[in-house]
T-cell receptor, first 112, second 111 residues
Framework: GAVVSQHPSWVICKSGTSVKIECRSL??????MFWYRQFPKQSLMLMAT?????????EQGVEKDKFLINHASLTLSTLTVTSAHPEDSSFYIC????????FGPGTRLTVT | KQEVTQIPAALSVPEGENLVLNCSFT??????LQWFRQDPGKGLTSLLL?????REQTSGRLNASLDKSSGRSTLYIAASQPGDSATYLC??????????FGAGTTVTVRA
């Protein structure tokens, strides 16, 4: 139980385009989902907290207009990287919370 | 702000040796502490979760201790195997479930 999926697992896009990443809790409902990014050989940094039916809460230093988060249902949250640039290339991981956090497999974004 | 530190950053041992991974945190007001495993290019696998009221948790060859007052946790892996090679992350949770991660310890077990 407590499986979280992410789609796509990897994506390559051109600079200036937007990319949407989906995070789904497959066998449970999660009122809260979290989005993290991870640079090579570094740890996970929390980007934002996503609550179903309300606006996401962003961590300090994270541009809310660049990283749009939508939590439309208790099983789905999406992260859209708008006007992506090469410095946005990273590993993005989501988690869904039910007392503890269950993590998705991650999405590797490469912006060329 | 919670700061989580993991020492050492990297560790290489021969197969069969016991592993000791250390994690320290600056704010003792935690909800729980988790140890995760991450393989290269992959997501996180939860290994052990210790509630703030607990002192240790065990699962198979893994044992994690928690000393909240001193801000420390230790992960012990007994009789290491090459399949244990991975990066191990420590994370502490606040009561709003937000996690603060350490930078990880990368373990290599030599056959």
């Amino acid at each position: 139980g407590a499986v979280v999926s992410q789609h796509p697992s990897w994506v390559i896009c051109k600079s200036g385009t937007s990319v949407k990443i989906e995070c789904r809790s497959l066998d449970f409902q999660a009122t809260t989902m979290f989005w993290y990014r991870q640079f090579p050989k570094q740890s996970l940094m929390l980007m934002a907290t996503s609550n179903e039916g309300s606006k996401a809460t962003y961590e300090q230093g994270v541009e809310k207009d660049k990283f749009l988060i939508n939590h439309a249902s208790l099983t789905l949250s999406t992260l859209t990287v708008t006007s992506a640039h090469p410095e946005d290339s990273s590993f993005y991981i989501c988690s869904a919370s039910v007392l503890e956090q269950y993590f998705g497999p991650g999405t590797r974004l490469t912006v060329t | 702000k919670q700061e989580v530190t993991q020492i050492p950053a990297a560790l290489s041992v021969p197969e069969g040796e016991n592993l000791v991974l250390n994690c320290s945190f600056t704010d003792s007001a935690i909800y729980n502490l988790q140890w995760f495993r991450q393989d290269p290019g992959k997501g996180l696998t939860s290994l052990l979760l210790i509630q703030s009221s607990q002192r240790e948790q065990t699962s198979g060859r893994l044992n994690a201790s928690l000393d909240k007052s001193s801000g420390r946790s230790t992960l012990y892996i007994a009789a290491s195997q090459p399949g244990d090679s991975a990066t191990y992350l420590c994370a502490v949770a606040r009561d709003d479930y937000k996690l603060s991660f350490g930078a990880g310890t990368t373990v290599t077990v030599r056959a």
